[in-house]
């Protein structure tokens, strides 16, 4: 089995390495994205392996198709960069659905209290040998209300993080986790209670069509003033734009994001002798109020083992049995058994 692995970074190989070695996996590893001036160096291999910023759309597919490729295997759980309904018939999609929820969940956590206590700051000052404290005063996490979207299996870790701290917990999802709600401390709620009853809101969930810019202008209006906002999801869950003039106009109070909507030609790459030419971005990363990490939050050894790992196995079960849990059903958008019949 010859994989074309494309966007590949130096912390990918080792672990990729180790799994395909003992699965008689080959993979050829490609540091160019995948897309349509790229697709072609697909040529000769059996599939191909993409991450977040790979584009499979129509024209991608078609090529791939036309190259004998059958399998595209995401080595991440978001599938949003893959056009599902056009690959539905001539491709198989399979993904990794859990690497690590406890990487992410620890991430998000970790940028709120970098930001909430002015750690970042303090760090930069005592460099300089400036022990003052004037600017530093944060706030307690304990006792407030954190509003949580997406309660998938990173929503619960994080749910479970904040508890820890003493915090309330309003939880929207499409398809509430059962059990989770206990009346109380924990309790699912629509979006517009969450929205104005959250101190800080943390997003957790898929990027569909109902979750497109679910924070906007509207949303934001429905805010807390000072409200806290945390996105490890999807970039484009949040409205850019929107954002920026919130903060601008005190509405948020901070805001921490690993992702941005048009991070696809940014992220995972070093621009420190450039300027940058996304000015909503390089406003965001400007102001005080706001910590930028360039999708991180996936990136520890235990995430990467486990990506690597679920991956081959993956791809393994596919080209030998014909089967894999881990298929996206491309007419349903679900993780499920495609190979009885539901996908082809």
Known sequence: MKIAFFDAKPYDKPSFDQFSAEHDVIFKYFETKLNEDTVDLASGFDGVCVFVNDTVNAAVIDRLCELGIQVVALRCAGFNNVD??????????????????????????AMLLTSIRRIHKAFI??????????????????????????????GRVFINICRGFGMKVLAYDKYPAEGLDNGDTIRYVPLDILFAESDIISLHCPLT?????????????????????????????????ALLSGIKSRK??????????????????DFSGH???????????????????????????????NIAETTVTNIVGFFRNRQCPNEVCCKCGSTTDCMNGICF
């Open 84 to 109: 599902l309904q056009y690959a539905f018939g001539r491709i198989h999609v399979l993904r990794v659905p859990a690497y690590s929820p406890y990487a992410v969940a620890e991430h998000a956590i």
């Open 125 to 154: 000052r005592t460099r300089d040998y400036n022990f003052s404290l004037a600017g530093m005063t944060g706030f307690d996490l304990h006792g407030k209300t954190v509003g949580v979207i997406g309660t998938g299996r990173i």
């Open 209 to 241: 069509e109902d979750t497109y810019h679910i924070i906007d202008e509207e949303s934001l209006i429905k805010c807390k003033r000072g409200v806290v906002l945390l996105n490890t999801s999807r970039g484009a869950l949040v409205d850019a734009e």
């Open 252 to 269: 948020v109070g901070a805001a921490c994001l690993d992702v941005y909507e048009e991070e696809s030609e940014l992220f995972f790459e």
């Open 275 to 305: 300027i940058l030419n996304d000015d909503t971005l390089a406003r965001l990363i400007s102001m005080p109020n706001v910590i930028v990490t360039s999708h991180q939050a996936f990136l520890t050894e235990e995430a990467l083992a």
